[in-house]
């Protein structure tokens, strides 16, 4: 990092990783307060997070190959602009007074293409960043920074929704590009320099982060697990049915439940960046799953404001458990020249689980009911962590953090 001060390089990434994610967050609370106001239908939630969820699995794995070939910082800058003009569109739809959600689920389509960017790359970054020894701890460090992005956006998100939709479009707009110009300064180590011939060549190079993600049953096992276990018992989409028709507290109550999750994990990061879990990480990760659907399915079934906090609180730690162990098998087990592509592999599972799931639960709402659907995400959940303990066995058995190579 010639030329610059070591010293900056945190801060920046830190910084901006906090600004882009309040960010995201907010705009997802107002768009979920947007649709379901505009449309009184939890597959109308749904949809919005189908929309996204296309472009994601797309264009993620080829925005993982652009990283390893050129440098996860340009791309995360690309995302970024696009994220910004995003906000924009959405702050002239619900200034302009439109009712038709047509162009919005347009829009979203768009931002989801600017995730498939932003999120590997950010990934990616983060190791050419630190050290390898320090990984863990940096992880948990940066995932506690996340976690303040999700308490603080969400709330933050929900306030501004209260005031109209368009503030929050408005601010999440000046967020991206703050984010934009703080990445943007940030001096990165490239990975090793590739020269590729043709595009069998480049989608041989795509391809090769799934080959690895097979070819290594713990990393499989690992981006397996959150996919299935959250795709199942997420139940983010459907909180603004619960803000407004079920607890009855509006886009407020709306914003500090979609932080409450945050809570539980940012306090759950911060132990685990002191006390990082370097023993018996398998059974502690199953077990975390277990936690996350039982809570779950508390939330489900309560009528009680404060209680239903409190079960999103747990949900989040438990995750957060998950999310910090997981994170650093896969990136301790990951070569530098195929961070990039096995970081979108990893986006495209979590993508899957949050948006795909958000079209699950929709369709389940829908069918079922919004109480009987979450409920029964949580016992598939548990169902999920007990199924994977039978099927990846070295999963189970890690016990020690893996070294890298």
Not at 89 to 100: E, H, K, Q, V, Y
Not at 172 to 197: G, K, N
């Amino acid at each position: 990092m010639q030329g610059r001060d070591r010293r900056l390089q945190w801060p920046l990434y830190i910084g901006a990783r906090f600004v882009s994610e309040a960010a995201a967050l907010a705009m997802s609370v107002a768009v979920g307060w947007t649709v379901y106001k505009a449309s009184d239908s939890p597959l109308a939630l749904g949809v919005a997070g189908l929309v996204q969820f296309v472009p994601i699995v797309t264009l993620s794995l080829p925005a993982g190959e652009l990283c390893d070939r050129l440098s996860p910082r340009p791309v995360i800058v690309a995302g970024l602009a696009l994220q910004a003009l995003c906000a924009l569109a959405l702050f002239g739809w619900t200034a302009w007074g439109a009712s038709i959600l047509w162009p919005l689920f347009g829009v979203l389509a768009l931002y989801g293409v600017a995730r498939a960017l932003v999120e590997p790359a950010e990934q990616a970054l983060l190791p050419l960043l630190v050290a390898p020894r320090d990984l863990p701890r940096a992880i948990a460090r940066g995932s506690t920074a996340w976690q303040l992005a999700v308490i603080s956006g969400p709330a933050l998100g929900g306030l501004a929704s209260a005031f109209g939709s368009a503030v929050a479009y408005a601010c999440c707009a000046l967020a991206f590009l703050a984010a934009l110009a703080a990445l943007a300064a940030l001096d990165v180590r490239r990975p090793p320099h590739v020269d590729v011939a043709g595009w069998r060549e480049r989608v041989s190079r795509i391809v090769d982060g799934v080959r690895f993600v097979k070819s290594e049953p713990i990393v499989l096992g690992a981006m397996s697990l959150d996919l299935f276990a959250v795709l199942l018992g997420g139940a983010t989409a459907l909180m603004p049915i619960y803000a407004r028709d079920i607890l009855k507290v509006g886009p407020l109550g709306l914003g500090l439940m979609r932080s409450a999750p945050a809570i539980g994990a940012c306090l759950c990061a911060y132990v685990q960046s002191r006390r990082p879990t370097m023993r018996r990480a398998g059974p502690t990760l199953f077990a975390a799953i277990a936690v996350f659907g039982i809570a779950t399915l508390v939330f489900a079934v309560s009528r009680s404001y404060v209680v239903s906090l409190v079960a999103l609180v747990v949900v989040g730690a438990s995750d957060m458990v998950s999310v910090n162990l997981r994170s650093a098998m896969i990136q301790l087990r990951t070569p530098d020249a195929l961070r990039g592509r096995v970081s979108a592999v990893n986006v495209l599972c979590i993508g899957a689980s949050s948006e795909l799931g958000a079209f699950e639960s929709g369709v389940a709402a829908t069918w079922l009911g919004t109480v009987p659907s979450v409920a029964a995400g949580g016992i598939g959940a548990l169902c999920i962590a007990a199924i994977w303990m039978a099927a990846f066995p070295a999963l189970r058995r890690v016990d020690r953090m893996p070294r890298a190579d």
